[in-house]
């Protein structure tokens, strides 16, 4: 989508106009759980302040040839996400992260689940137009689609006379896979999975 004409770079591109491309807002996003804690994951998905989207990191292979090094991408390793909510008066918001951490490691009895399956979640970080669409696709610039998620550390955020502030918990999210989607059309479905 264009916004403005004759204020953009130009590329050298012949017919390129110059034309500045609408750039995607920060403050326009969802991130909705399936899974998290198996409670009330509407309520947690309505008290998001701010999220991380996912990050790659690859390790690096060098390999010794005779008068140079030769360096290839290794394995890859996703990099945490971080959601900050809003605590709630209800406590909506720490009973799903208490029931997952719960559901992850039962610290009353210290025991814990035999298999992965039996606690992680998924989670879905939409970037949106700024329309109001009661669809849930339609609206949708793009999508990360993260699954085998579990919460490693969560904070449940700080007290203070001298401030208004909210309250605010945060909680790191580490997981298995993301999978980004683009070219939602008009139906509001991704073009290609």
Do not use: C
Request: aromatic content about 8%; charged content about 15%; proline content about 4%.
């Amino acid at each position: 989508m264009a916004i403005l004409t004759n204020f953009g770079v130009p590329t050298g591109v012949a017919g390129d106009s110059a034309i500045t491309l609408m750039p995607k807002l920060q403050y326009r996003f969802r991130v909705t759980f399936n899974g998290l804690g198996d409670t009330k994951g509407e309520l947690v998905t309505k008290n998001v302040i701010s999220a991380t989207r996912p990050g790659l990191d690859h390790d690096d292979i060098t390999i010794d040839s005779y008068n140079s090094k030769i360096r290839l991408a290794g394995k890859h390793m996703w990099q945490d996400i971080t959601v900050v909510l809003r605590d709630d008066t209800n406590n909506d918001v720490i009973n799903a992260i208490k029931q997952q951490m719960n559901n992850q490691v039962n610290h009353a009895t210290s025991s814990s689940p035999l298999a992965g399956s039996d606690y992680k979640f998924s989670m879905t970080i939409d970037t949106l137009d700024g329309s109001q669409s009661t669809s849930p696709t339609n609206g949708v610039i793009d999508s990360w689609i993260v699954v085998g998620a579990f919460i490693p550390s969560a904070t449940f955020g700080d007290l203070n006379y001298a401030t208004s502030d909210v309250v605010q918990v945060s909680m790191t999210i580490r997981f298995d896979h993301a999978q980004l989607q683009t070219n939602f059309g008009a139906s509001g479905k991704p073009a290609s999975v």
